[in-house]
């Protein structure tokens, strides 16, 4: 199947520092890509919907200014974390799905993020 | 997207078929049934998916039923590997949807 690439699976930041996520199709192109938030337990929830060039939809509950995203390639999603706090600390997950390809999605490794 | 219902846990011994259920009663002709599964610390990974005909790949089989009100995931030989959760998600096959996940089904491969 497809590749989707994650980075970095790991990272530990200190309280007010921003932390940045990349998410790669390797080969192919999305148009649309998906970020999760998953936390201890408990299924993945939709965080936001990633469009290349244009801007990103939020779900309900999650703060625009504080979980940038930039879709600024078709390959290529980024989501910024800023002025991270304890509570951001969780496992956070991209998927894209091939603009050309089945409807079934690909899921990146994931980003555990630890605040402290 | 239809709403499904998965048992919270399984067990299987190592070696034999595991079947995973998902009810789905509330289908709609154009949804398509998915099956993904996260190992712990991972994420998920795209087992197999289909509309009404069973399907088959390296993975697994998906065994759906008539009225396509539920549906079976078949590991043949389950090994340790694939203890796991499985999520049943059922939803249009429109490519700027996202997958909607509920708990799933832990499944825990016996030595």
């Known amino acids: 199947g497809a590749v989707v690439s994650q980075h970095p699976s790991r990272v530990i930041c200190k309280s007010g520092t921003s932390v940045k996520i990349e998410c790669r199709s390797l080969d192919f192109q999305a148009t649309t890509m998906f970020w999760y938030r998953q936390f201890p337990k408990k299924s993945l929830m939709l965080m936001a919907t990633s469009n290349e060039g244009s801007k990103a939809t939020y779900e309900q509950g999650v703060e625009k200014d504080k979980f940038l995203i930039n879709h600024a390639s078709l390959t290529l999603s980024t989501l910024t974390v800023t002025s991270a706090h304890p509570e951001d600390s969780s496992f956070y997950i991209c998927?894209?799905?091939?603009?050309?390809?089945?409807?079934?999605?690909?899921f990146g490794q994931g980003t555990r993020l630890t605040v402290v | 997207d239809a709403k499904t219902t998965q048992p919270t846990s399984m067990d299987c011994a190592e070696g034999r078929a595991a079947n995973l259920p998902c009810n789905h009663s509330t289908i709609s002709g154009n949804e398509y049934v998915y099956w993904y599964r996260q190992i712990h610390s991972q994420g998920p990974q795209y087992i197999i998916h289909?509309?009404?005909n069973n399907e088959t790949n390296e993975m697994a089989s998906l065994i759906i039923t008539e009225d396509r009100k539920s549906s079976t995931l078949i590991l043949p030989h389950a090994t340790l590997r694939d203890t796991a959760v499985y999520y049943c998600?059922?939803?249009?096959?429109?490519?700027?949807?996202?997958?909607?996940f509920g708990p799933g089904t832990r499944l825990s491969v016996l030595p």
């Open positions: 998927s894209a799905r091939d603009s050309q390809g089945g409807t079934e999605a690909f």
């Open positions: 998600i059922v939803r249009v096959a429109n490519y700027g949807q996202n997958f909607v």
């Open positions: 289909g509309l009404k």
